[in-house]
Every structure is written in C-alpha cells, then in structure tokens.
C-alpha cells in the first residue's frame, strides 16, 4: 500500500531557528513530491515541487530534498518567523492520478 | 491570471440532503480533482476529471459524483449526505493530467452536515 507519513504531528520552534520537516514514504517509485503550506482552515499552497529525476528544490528560505531510495523528503527552513506558522503537508504522485497526502506536521514559531 | 476559486466557502446541510460544490479551475488548467481533509487528517482523493471524463477514482461511494464543463470548471455533488461527509473540501488544478505536473489548490469548501 503507497503511503506518506510526517512525523513529528507538531513542531514548536522558536522565532530565528532552522528547522527540518520530514516525510517518508513506502513506494520509491515516485513521479513527484509536493510541499503543501496550510493555515488553519484553509486550502493549500503549494511551496515546492520536486520531481522524481531531482534531488531538491529552493524556493527563498525553503529548500526541499529528495532521497527517493531511502523513501524521505525534508523541507527545511531557514531563519524562522511567526508567519511560517502553519501545517505543512507533504503529497506524492505515486503515478496513479492522484496526490497521496500525509497527515502534515503542525509548525509553530514562537516569537 | 485567475487562481483556483470554490464555492461556496461554507455551508451547513441536514442529514439525507444533497449538495454540489464547485470550482473554477486556474486558466490554462483542463485537470480537476477533488479531495475531502477531514478535521486533523490529510486530504484524501476523491476522484479527478480530465477533459470532461472522470479520469480516476479514490475509494468513495457512488453518491459522490462529479462533473467537468467545457470551460473546465467543475462540480462535485454528493447525495444523502451522512454526518461523516463533514470536512473541508479542496479543489485542485493542474495544466495536463499525467505524472509530473504541479496542483494548484482552492481556498475549500468547508461542509457541515447536521
């Protein structure tokens, strides 16, 4: 069975730190990965996009790696702020239509 | 360049009603999926249009149904809605269908069913 597990579920940080978010998942047959950014009760924004030829992807204080041997993806943040505060999820295309998502990592930076 | 938008953001249904959501997808986009985020959990595929033909299906009933317009907006209704069908519902689209192409996520639809 394909799936994407993030752990830890929560992440407090304080404001300035970097942190590392991290995603695995069971079937190295990827397409691609996406990062997904969500505040509370809203949609998703999409943040990253790494395909499966790739092995990262930097997008300002974020950078997205790729392993997919090892089945994990990390998304780091550098030089945390309070509005990097959210749940981020984590979704691959396992090349059957759809995006497998995992259960995402709720992120708090304290200031 | 529009992004994707859903109607409507909220709505409260009874027990054993219907309802339809939409979406307009981004410009340029012909693919649309939806996906149903219950509260504390990751979003889980319902199914995906292509083109106006349902092109994959996640493991839902039959009473979820869609629709894919020319104008590649489209509908998803659900009948005799259960108190479980509560959770936010997204909209995703992407230029093609295929393996390596980026979704673009609506702001939800958030249903409550009572």
């Known amino acids: 069975k394909q799936e994407v597990t993030q752990i830890p579920a929560a992440l407090s940080v304080p404001e300035g730190e970097n942190l590392v978010l991290n995603c695995s998942f069971t079937?190295?047959?990827?397409?691609?990965l996406q990062w997904f950014r969500q505040d509370p009760g809203k949609g998703l924004t999409s943040l990253l996009l790494?395909?499966?030829?790739?092995r990262e992807q930097t997008s300002g204080r974020l950078n997205a790696s790729l392993d997919k041997s090892s089945g994990r993806s990390t998304l780091y943040i550098a030089a945390s702020q309070p509005g990097d505060s959210a749940t981020y999820l984590c979704a691959v295309n396992f090349g059957n239509e759809k995006l497998t998502f995992g259960t995402g990592t709720r992120l708090t930076i304290i200031p | 360049e529009t992004g994707v938008t859903q109607s409507p953001t909220h709505l409260i249904k009874t027990r054993g009603q219907q309802v339809t959501l939409r979406c307009s997808s981004q410009s340029g986009h012909n693919t649309v999926s939806w996906y149903q985020q219950a509260l504390g959990q990751g979003p889980q595929f319902i199914f995906q249009y292509y083109r106006e033909e349902e092109n994959g299906r996640g493991n839902f009933p039959p009473r979820f149904s869609g629709l894919q317009f020319p104008n590649y907006s489209s509908e998803l209704n659900v009948n005799a809605l259960e108190l479980d069908d509560s959770a936010l519902y997204l909209c995703?689209?992407?230029?093609?269908?295929?393996?390596?192409?980026?979704?673009?996520f609506g702001q939800g639809t958030r249903l409550t069913v009572v």
């Open positions: 079937d190295s047959a990827i397409y691609n």
């Open positions: 995703a689209s992407s230029p093609r269908t295929g393996m390596n192409t980026e979704a673009f």
């Open positions: 790494i395909q499966s030829s790739q």
